[in-house]
């Protein structure tokens, strides 16, 4: 069973670099990451994704969604319009990608600092065909509020 939503400062650290793991990469169970490797920021968990998406939780910290709806995504998926890493309120979107960045740390394997935070009210949730490459399901929002690079 999963945990409970939590206040930010209660999520779990990565036991490696200390820093915040998101409720989207929350269990070992995690896209591309070794079997039996101890969540982290590193890889979204595909359960906790596909949870995020149907129950409208926080990517960040697993609590209810209102909105606006906060995306994080790197500049290319902005571009797109299309983003990885689940759906998650404001201010938890905000403090993780503040931590991340000051840590100089990646997140999902790109450089903090090259992602944005993109408002929107609603989102579509496209699932991967099978004859797709990238095996990661898709966030895309529907009436992008506005959008705020880093820095």
Same mark, same amino acid.
């Given at each position: 069973m999963d945990p409970a939503p939590r206040a930010y400062d209660e999520l779990p650290k990565d036991p490696t670099t200390g820093l915040t793991v998101p409720f989207a990469c929350g269990? $070992?169970?995690a896209f591309g990451a070794p079997h039996g490797s101890a969540p982290?920021? $590193?890889a979204l968990d595909k359960r906790r994704v596909t949870q995020c998406a149907l129950s409208r939780v926080c990517g960040v910290c697993g609590a209810g969604l209102g909105r606006p709806i906060a995306f994080l995504g790197t500049g290319r998926e902005v571009g797109r319009n299309a983003f990885h890493f689940p759906p998650g309120h404001l201010e938890c979107a905000s403090r993780l990608l503040e931590e991340y960045v000051a840590a100089g740390a990646s997140l999902l394997g790109d450089a903090a600092e090259e992602?944005?935070?993109v408002l929107t009210s609603g989102f579509e949730y496209l699932r991967p065909a099978k004859e797709q490459e990238d095996r990661?399901?898709?966030f895309c929002p529907n009436s992008v509020i506005s959008h705020h690079p880093v820095g």
């Open positions: 269990t $070992a169970d982290s920021g $590193a992602w944005q935070i990661r399901p898709v």
